[in-house]
């Protein structure tokens, strides 16, 4: 790296090559791209910036031309790749990133799996933008969800297929009702779960779990990844249960025996140890009761911005006025 004749800093290529993972964030692929050139992190960053600006908020100053420039790398490829650069260049969303990770809430930042890193011949850390969805690498039978802070934390659940088959349930779940719909209620889910599994004596399925993760740890505490990684099974299954619509306008219905007619199937499909009125359930449906309108008397028109408007991931596009005209006059 070496000034121009200009004063300025001409950006020339790094020898070494270093290929952004998907969602990966603006930082740990400078770590990384740093570590693989054999430069000081902050030096890379004091290069690639056009301010004088100190700390984390440096990043998103640095131009997608000169992240380019120094990588090797097509801006839509570092597009397709790194959240941050696809939240402060809109222009370049093509309908290929409908429905990929923006850096912001609800997706939190999480390590990659150190197998499928291992993979790639990366034996540093990764860290991603990760949706409510990412709990279960299924290639590699990796716990990779909440409760994991660090690569050590990811635990082997190969010898747990319910696990493994929660997440492929999960996705199912997603094609099914949307993810905006499903990542809405995935917390409640937990919540409604974890109520059941706080007597750590109880013959649940999550307690058998983790009782064999004891056995297996050889340790008397384990981790929270364990606990979530236990529970996970139970939580997408309450899960299908309050995020379809027929089942929630039942759960919400003043007609009692609509009412029981929902906990009738929630206790079915958690047998042997059903949900039945738990408080956390009876939270749930409290808070998703709405004042009923004519033309929406269960809520879900209203509830519809709820879902969209806190993903996470890139919308669609927007129709025009045009469209929006036709589809009314059609109805």
Partial sequence: MTPAAGGGPRLRR????????PDETLESYLCRLAVGNHLARDLLVEHL?????RGRRRLHLIPLQALAAVTGFTETRLAHALPEVRQHEPHLRTRTLIGRVLPVHPNQQRPWCRRCAAGRGITGPVTIWARCDYAVCLRHR?????????????????DFPDITHAQVRLRRLIRRHGYPRVRHHF??????QHELSRNPFAMTPAN???RRLHAREHTQFLPWAYVYAAQFPEVVTVLAVISSPFWRRAAISLDGAERERFFDEMSRRTEPH?????RALHSWIYHQR????????????LLRPRYIGATGVIPPPEPSAEARAADHARQ
């Fill in 274 to 278: 059903p949900v039945g009125h738990t």
């Fill in 49 to 53: 910036s056009t301010t004088g600006r």
């Fill in 208 to 210: 058998d779990r983790l």
């Fill in 142 to 158: 990796l716990w990779v969800g909440r409760g994991v802070h660090h690569g050590d934390d990811q635990l082997g659940i190969a």
């Fill in 187 to 192: 917390l409640n889910a937990y919540d409604i």
């Fill in 290 to 301: 709405r004042p009923p309108l004519p033309d929406d008397p269960d809520g879900e028109r």
């Fill in 14 to 21: 790094l020898p070494c090559r270093v290929a952004p993972v």
